[in-house]
């Protein structure tokens, strides 16, 4: 299956998790070396990188091409940090494979910002398997790369395993029932999302800010603009530039965009956070010393409208009521 094609933006716009499947209790020295570009010694432990050998060939119609790609893999010893950040607990001796799924959105040239996450075969089997119990008909033509219990993580069964997946991705952004699967958006940000909401609750807003701006850039690149996911994570990323004493260098980037964003959005629950996004923004611009009189403004004419402007939830306290995932606010 070829990459998906998007045209200018328009096509696209109309329990515990088990280890055991992607773990090898045996070495990895079978390994092809014309495909395993490098080990690298870090921290004492050996990493086996598998790279993709050529680049993932593009339809050369002119058009936007939305591309997923797996470029490369790496084979990890257990003990060492998933995709998540947390720690694999396993039987010694144990290895377990991480892609890089690398998304872009190539035209007449290549995609300027390219945008990468990593996950393990756990994570396309959750997807899989979450999207077979809803949508069953939707994944007739899918073949899904089977578990694998015994034996090495060969160059030849990681690169089956790639182009599996990504023929498997390809499938779901043209299915707009999978597109817009719940499944499908924990794939995409559940990882990242759930560390990075941890860190604010730390007040590391510093650390969690890189991990939004990866999770917009992503999920920007897959739905609409003013899709309710994309500018959830957009208030949340303004939210983390905004809270802390002095705001994020990328703050006002962001809260620009958000104010762009919103303009002409109809969606009543996402209309609870525009409130709380001027007043956010009102306070930056305060900061910074930029002018305040359109936002006053806008806040004046809702509040004329009887819609109460002063006195409410902040921004995070309006993401987490409408999105919960943090402990603490």
């Given at each position: 299956?070829?990459?998906?094609?998007?045209?200018?933006?328009m096509?696209?716009?109309n329990g515990t998790e088990s280890i055991e499947d992607d773990l090898d209790s045996s070495a990895t020295e079978a390994f092809d070396q014309s495909t395993l570009s490098m080990k690298q010694q870090t921290k004492g432990t050996v990493q086996d990188i598998w790279q993709r050998p050529t680049r993932r060939p593009l339809p050369?119609?002119?058009?936007?091409?939305?591309?997923?790609?797996?470029?490369l893999a790496r084979i990890l010893p257990t003990g060492s940090a998933a995709s998540d950040g947390q720690p694999v607990s396993?039987?010694?001796?144990k290895k377990y494979v991480i892609y890089e799924v690398n998304v872009r959105k190539d035209g007449p040239g290549p995609?300027?910002?390219?945008?990468s996450v990593e996950r393990r075969y756990t994570h396309f089997l959750k997807l899989y398997e979450g999207l077979r119990k809803d949508q069953p008909a939707q994944l007739q033509t899918v073949c899904f790369p089977k578990k694998v219990l015994m034996g090495n993580f060969t160059a030849e069964l990681i690169g089956e395993r790639s182009a599996a997946f990504e023929c498997f991705l390809d499938h779901?952004?043209?299915?707009?029932?999978?597109?817009?699967?719940?499944?499908f958006l924990e794939f995409l940000q559940g990882d990242e999302l759930r560390n990075a909401?941890?860190?604010?609750?730390?007040?590391?807003?510093?650390?969690?800010?890189p991990l939004l701006e990866n999770c917009f850039r992503l999920l920007n690149k897959i739905f609409l603009d003013k899709s309710k996911c994309v500018l959830l994570l957009l208030c949340r990323l303004v939210a983390a530039c905004t809270t802390s004493p002095i705001p994020h260098p990328s703050a006002e980037q962001w809260a620009e965009l958000a104010l762009r964003r919103y303009e002409h959005v109809c969606d009543t629950e996402l209309l609870v956070l525009y409130i709380p996004l001027l007043q956010t923004c009102l306070h930056l611009w305060w900061q910074r010393g930029r002018d305040r009189t359109l936002l006053e403004e806008r806040l004046s004419e809702?509040?004329?409208?009887?819609?109460?402007?002063?006195?409410?939830?902040?921004?995070?306290?309006?993401?987490?009521?409408?999105?919960?995932?943090?402990e603490t606010i």
């Open positions: 299956m070829h990459p998906v094609v998007v045209g200018r933006r096509a696209m716009e050369n119609t002119g058009d936007v091409v939305l591309c997923f790609e797996i470029p396993a039987a010694a001796g995609d300027p910002y390219p945008t779901i952004v043209t299915v707009p029932s999978l597109r817009d699967s719940p499944h909401c941890q860190l604010l609750d730390e007040r590391r807003n510093e650390l969690a800010v809702m509040g004329k409208k009887g819609i109460k402007v002063k006195g409410g939830p902040t921004l995070a306290q309006a993401i987490h009521a409408l999105d919960p995932r943090a």
